[in-house]
């Protein structure tokens, strides 16, 4: 059997009310809608964190966002 290709769109700061392939009128997304009717959409799925670093990291490693150590951003900067 054949190694299947695997292509995981994240997108940033919107929600599948804002897609063509789930109904929004107005919207047009026809390449999107394109891959949906082609392939998989997942209308049940959730978010482990609100913020999108450690959710993203969770999907990419499996770990739960409190057992992360996702980089902190606390750089100082000279004043």
């Known amino acids: ?4 290709n695997i292509v995981l769109i994240t ?3 919107h929600n599948a009310e804002i897609l063509g392939c789930t109904g929004n009128p107005v919207v047009r997304t026809p390449n999107i809608d394109s891959l949906a009717e082609n392939g998989t959409v997942f209308t049940q799925a959730f978010t482990p964190y609100p913020l999108c ?3 993203r ?3 990419f490693t499996g770990l739960e966002p409190r057992h992360q150590s996702p980089p902190q ?3 100082e900067l000279p004043s």
Do not use: C, G, L, V
Not at 1 to 4: A, D, E, F
């Open 1 to 4: 059997m054949n190694r299947p």
């Open 11 to 13: 997108t940033d700061q």
């Open 53 to 55: 670093t450690p959710a």
């Open 57 to 59: 990291t969770s999907i």
């Open 73 to 75: 951003h606390k750089h």
